[in-house]
């Protein structure tokens, strides 16, 4: 049977007074997972016994990051099957990089004060910088790979969205915009295509941007959705030659900016009557009709009414089963905030190279997670995203009203 105790004075024996609680951390653990072998195999140390199930075949060290400092450990291994114990389950891959970046800022120098209280927390006083670099290394591969992979096929519809990080350059610190491009194919799946840095949202970083998504296979896009990024939309005609969908939801909120807040709900309303409507001829001819009888009251929203109809309702041009997906970048929402939850455990990030690796990681695990869940858009709609069509139900309605 494993042997249950320790004798007290056989660890003091062992260990200065300073790493006595470390010893008998690693001390217990080790008897914890020497007992859930035993259970497991249904047998104790050189035991002979009818219920054995395998054999023990040694052990592998893995050291585990704590409070108390780096623990030593010994996971015992079998000849058949295997064991790993639940406080040492294997981190994803972003917690991995979120680790190698709290380890990197506080290595380097640069770190903030929660980022010292996290490398505290995990023990990270004796991490040396040939560790960190080795675990950078190994994440900036896998995000690599998996950001600068090919694209095959047609991607008609390409999603992109920006967050903004702050990072330090240069004894500064600055704040930069991570682009994230989302596409759909035309075997109905997304998945996340690219992620950009740049200083500014100037049309030239557009232009980078879009032309290295291209570079890798980007192609038979016809329609892109975003907010209105300064220069995106004169990038967007110059590499894709596809029309340019503006966020509606984005656009919402500019146009009611213009309106007082006791005001929201009754012109929001009006509005939408124009998102109701079963195709773009008619969505158009209700859009301006509303600006119209807005225009007296409120004539700067009239005004951006009429300047951006084309930008609002181009979604309505294309097959009405994708349409709920095309007029926002609501379907990359939920990506963002988990993007932005694990930037500010960061804070400040040390240089550009670490945004890359942490976010890099948090896309490569969402992209796996959607690669198995159902088709994200009707394959057969597809057919007819040359050809502008008719909601049927939303014409019934139209008529009735």
């Not at 682009?179 to 232009?207: C, K, Q, Y």
């Not at 455990?345 to 040390?350: A, E, L």
Request: with cysteine; hydrophobic share 40%.
């Amino acid at each position: 049977m494993t042997k249950a105790t320790m004798d007290l004075s056989e660890l003091l024996a062992k260990h200065d007074q300073g790493d006595f609680l470390r010893a008998v951390a690693e001390a217990v653990l080790q008897l914890i997972m020497e007992a859930d072998v035993e259970g497991l195999i249904g047998a104790g140390k050189h035991e002979r016994a009818d219920q054995r199930t395998t054999w023990r075949n040694g052990y592998r060290e893995r050291a585990l990051d704590t409070r108390l400092g780096t623990l030593n450990l010994k996971v015992p291994k079998l000849r058949q099957g295997s064991y790993f114990p639940g406080f040492l389950e294997p981190r994803k891959t972003s917690e991995k990089a979120l680790v190698a970046v709290i380890q990197e800022a506080w290595i380097g120098g640069v770190s903030t004060r929660r980022v010292d209280e996290l490398a505290q927390a995990m023990g990270l006083s004796g991490i040396s910088k040939s560790t960190v670099s080795k675990l950078c290394k190994d994440i900036d591969e896998r995000a690599g790979e998996f950001l600068n992979r090919p694209l095959t096929g047609d991607w008609p519809y390409v999603w992109l969205d920006a967050t903004y990080l702050k990072v330090r350059q240069g004894g500064r610190i600055v704040s930069v915009a991570a682009i994230i491009a989302v596409a759909a194919n035309t075997d109905g799946r997304r998945e996340i295509i690219g992620l950009g840095l740049g200083p500014s949202e100037a049309e030239t970083f557009w232009m980078d941007f879009l032309r290295g998504l291209k570079a890798r296979g980007l192609d038979g896009t016809k329609l892109v959705i975003s907010d209105a990024h300064s220069g995106l939309r004169a990038a967007i005609e110059r590499v894709f030659e596809a029309t340019w969908q503006r966020c509606r939801v984005h656009w919402m909120r500019n146009a009611l900016a213009h309106v007082s807040r006791g005001q929201h709900t009754v012109v929001a309303a009006a509005i939408r009557q124009a998102f109701d409507q079963p195709d773009r001829k008619q969505a158009g001819e209700t859009w301006r009709r509303v600006a119209d009888q807005l225009r007296a009251r409120w004539p700067k929203l009239a005004e951006l009414m009429d300047d951006s109809e084309h930008d609002v309702l181009a979604y309505m041009a294309f097959p009405r089963q994708h349409r709920t997906k095309l007029h926002s970048t609501n379907p990359i929402e939920r990506l963002n905030k988990e993007v932005k939850r694990r930037a500010d455990v960061v804070g400040i990030f040390p240089n550009e190279a670490s945004i890359i690796r942490l976010i890099g990681a948090v896309l490569f695990e969402q992209n796996d997670e959607w690669q198995t869940a159902s088709r994200y858009m009707m394959v057969e709609a597809f057919a007819n995203i040359d050809h502008e069509e008719t909601d049927p139900i939303l014409s019934i309605a139209t008529q009735a009203a």
